[in-house]
């Protein structure tokens, strides 16, 4: 993983990586920059202090992929750009150890007309999220262990 990137300067598909070093706002938003693009829609997932679900305080997270994480997230991110008229697209997460605060996965789309761009980055994460073999493993305050997405 290691902060391997690919890009694709020639088709909507500009950027994909699952990398163990910080993610960049700047990096997902300049790769989809498109002169025929009249929105943008980026999503931010960070690091929260407690569990979504149970609400009990979190004290460590850490993101694991399958070998397979970037191939899938490929095939998410085509099946975007071929559902939606998307003109640049952008993903990436996180993987290793990670702190309250950081950013776990940007997302990011670009097309002619916002609605059209909240869309697919709205299809883009929650795909991603339910379908690319990533698993996040949580350490609560009381010293309890969860896996999730497994």
């Not at 997902?28 to 929105?39: I, L, M």
């Not at 931010?44 to 609400?55: A, E, I, K, N, Y």
């Not at 950081?102 to 339910?130: N, P, Q």
Request: charged letters at 25%; a negative charge; one cysteine or more.
């Amino acid at each position: 993983m290691g902060g391997m990137a690919s890009t694709d300067d020639s088709g909507p598909i500009r950027l994909l990586a699952v990398r163990d070093t910080p993610l960049s706002l700047d990096e997902v938003f300049t790769a989809v920059g498109d002169d025929a693009a009249g929105g943008t829609a980026l999503f931010v997932g960070t690091v929260r202090d407690h569990d979504g679900h149970g609400g009990a305080a979190v004290t460590g997270l850490a993101y694991s992929a399958h070998p397979s994480a970037e191939q899938e997230l490929r095939r998410v991110a085509e099946k975007v750009a071929a559902d939606f008229p998307v003109r640049a697209l952008a993903a990436v997460h996180r993987v290793g150890d990670l702190r309250v605060g950081d950013l776990a996965v940007i997302v990011a789309v670009s097309c002619a007309h916002r609605g059209e761009a909240f869309a697919a980055s709205r299809r883009l994460i929650d795909d991603l999220k339910s379908e690319v073999p990533i698993w996040k493993h949580q350490t609560f305050a009381d010293g309890t262990e969860e896996w999730v997405g497994c």
